[in-house]
């Protein structure tokens, strides 16, 4: 494997990991009731970046090595399910994560002021979050199981 | 501040509209390979294709909705809708893989 390949691994695990980061000090913040609207905002674009980016780098990654190198081995191997359950969903389930975090970083820059003073809201909004990153540490999870897969 | 709220509003829908749309290409694309097969010859690889897809149809829906006047729609609804589809299409695309693997092969 090249060194550029491995960059680009690397980055996207490192992307990804840190898009769901931001959207944990997203939901601390927002749990103590931080009346510093700015950083909500801030936290919620910095992660629609981050997993954007993760996903030009892991598309990189996918289409140009994956499918020829590293499928094929997991495919002969003991645990085969690895890719054909938890690859198959995890590159699909991960192109929802830059739709969520743009839904989220929408919602936080202009209704950001309501937070405070409307319930339902501020729990709908905490909700998307919960499940944006939820579905950011599914994804890692199972990248980890394949990434164990492949030495098997 | 209204056309900004109208669209959030839009947006909302686009995500729901554009994940949805990923589900539907993913296991459409498994049970009709000319349909993978095409996404594959259009753009490469078919995964790019779900994404290319996904991505216009996603901006072409923010377009469309914001003509509409959408106050009427409850900003919590439109969120718990993502959230639904959002954890609705995660299940159903492991449970379909899970199915796929060990119940049609």
Redesign the interface.
């Known amino acids: 494997m090249s060194y550029l390949l491995i960059f680009v691994l690397v980055s996207h695990i490192i992307l990804g990991v840190l898009g769901a980061a931001f959207l944990v000090a997203y939901l601390l913040a927002f749990s103590k009731n931080r009346d510093d609207s700015g950083y909500l905002t801030r936290m919620s674009f910095f992660a629609f970046i981050a997993f954007t980016a993760s996903w030009i780098f892991s598309g990189y990654y996918y289409v140009t090595y994956y499918g020829k190198a590293v499928k094929p081995i997991i495919l002969k191997a003991e645990f085969s399910w690895a890719h054909t359950v938890l690859m198959e969903s995890k590159e699909h389930i991960f192109l929802f994560l830059p739709f969520l975090s743009l839904a989220l970083f929408a919602v936080t820059m202009v209704f950001r002021r309501e937070f405070s003073e409307n319930k339902k809201l501020s729990f709908s909004v905490v909700s998307l979050c919960f499940t944006t990153v939820s579905i950011a540490l599914l994804v890692t999870i199972f990248g980890m199981v394949v990434s164990g897969a492949v030495a098997k | 501040?209204g056309n900004?709220?109208n669209?959030?509003r839009s947006?909302?829908i686009?995500?729901g509209v554009?994940?949805a749309i990923?589900?539907v290409l993913?296991i459409g694309g498994e049970l009709n390979p000319p349909l993978k097969n095409w996404l594959a010859s259009t753009f490469?690889?078919n995964?790019?294709g779900?994404?290319v897809v996904?991505s216009a149809a996603?901006l072409l829906s923010i377009l469309v909705f914001s003509f509409f006047k959408l106050r009427f729609l409850s900003?919590?609804v439109l969120?718990?809708f993502?959230?639904l589809i959002?954890?609705a299409?995660?299940a159903v695309?492991?449970l379909f893989?899970?199915a796929?693997?060990?119940l049609l092969h």
């Open positions: 501040m900004k709220e669209i959030v947006t909302l686009s995500a554009a994940i990923i589900v993913t490469i690889h995964w790019i779900k994404g996904s996603f900003l919590t969120l718990w993502l959230v959002a954890n299409s995660a695309l492991v893989f899970l796929e693997t060990f």
